[in-house]
């Protein structure tokens, strides 16, 4: 039996695979949470992007804003 075969049938071997499988799902479910939150305030939300500040306003503030001026 040579080394090759003895680290890939360790457990230590399957125990990191199936760490990096699992970690690689949690990072594109983060991912997709991230893409959806974001869809869901550009158009469930109404939020607006303004260049200026480089920030999102929700469009509470904007009214405040536009009543104010």
Same mark, same amino acid.
């Given at each position: 039996? @040579?080394? $090759?075969? #003895?680290? =890939?049938?360790?457990?230590?071997? &399957? +125990? &990191?695979? #199936? $760490? /990096?499988?699992? =970690?690689?799902? /949690?990072? =594109?479910?983060?991912?997709? +949470?991230?893409? =959806?939150? +974001?869809?869901?305030?550009?158009?469930?939300? @109404?939020?607006?992007?303004? !260049? *200026? !500040?480089?920030? +999102?306003?929700?469009?509470?503030? @904007?009214?405040? #804003? *536009?009543? *104010?001026?």
């Amino acid at each position: 039996m @040579d080394w $090759g075969s #003895k680290i =890939v049938e360790s457990k230590l071997f &399957i +125990f &990191i695979i #199936k $760490g /990096a499988f699992w =970690v690689s799902i /949690a990072i =594109v479910l983060l991912i997709i +949470f991230m893409i =959806v939150n +974001f869809l869901f305030k550009i158009y469930f939300l @109404d939020y607006r992007y303004y !260049d *200026t !500040d480089g920030g +999102f306003k929700p469009p509470i503030e @904007d009214i405040k #804003k *536009t009543q *104010t001026n």
